[in-house]
């Protein structure tokens, strides 16, 4: 069990290097050296989580972080993680957050004021995007 904790771990910080790539369970199973049978089902005892879905969390947690620190659009950061269509980011991002992406940077933004203050969050806002 050491011996496949410390794959995974290893794995798991290569998924996070390339987030920003396409990735597919064949390629973290080519990267492993294992079919990627056997590499899910290693994966699932040491992580308590399947490969595809850490993978997309893993994309969604960066994506949820970029729509909140940067201006990027929706549609840039839909292509930054791979997905094929801002449609198909903002369904999968709204079944996850439970509001689509806009929506989601805007109310987190306007909580940020409400909660803090709206100085520190106008000056923690990214570049051309004005804190409500």
Request: aromatic fraction near 10%; charge should be negative; proline fraction near 2%.
């Given at each position: 069990m050491q011996r496949e904790q410390t794959i995974i771990y290893e794995?798991?910080?290569?998924?996070?290097?390339?987030?920003?790539?396409?990735?597919?369970?064949?390629?973290?199973?080519?990267?492993?050296?294992?079919?990627?049978?056997?590499?899910?089902r290693m994966f699932q005892r040491v992580m308590g989580k399947n490969l595809g879905n850490y993978i997309r969390d893993s994309k969604l947690a960066r994506a949820a972080e970029d729509l909140l620190e940067t201006s990027e659009?929706?549609?840039?950061?839909s292509q930054k993680y791979?997905?094929?269509?801002?449609?198909t980011f903002t369904r999968i991002f709204a079944k996850k957050y439970r509001q689509p992406p806009a929506m989601f940077r805007k109310s987190n933004r306007q909580n940020c004021e409400r909660l803090i203050s709206p100085t520190f969050c106008q000056q923690q806002a990214p570049q051309n995007v004005t804190a409500r």
């Open positions: 794995l798991t910080a290569w998924i996070e290097a390339n987030i920003h790539r396409p990735l597919k369970i064949d390629d973290v199973a080519e990267k492993a050296g294992y079919s990627k049978w056997h590499l899910q659009t929706v549609m840039t950061i791979g997905y094929e269509s801002q449609q």
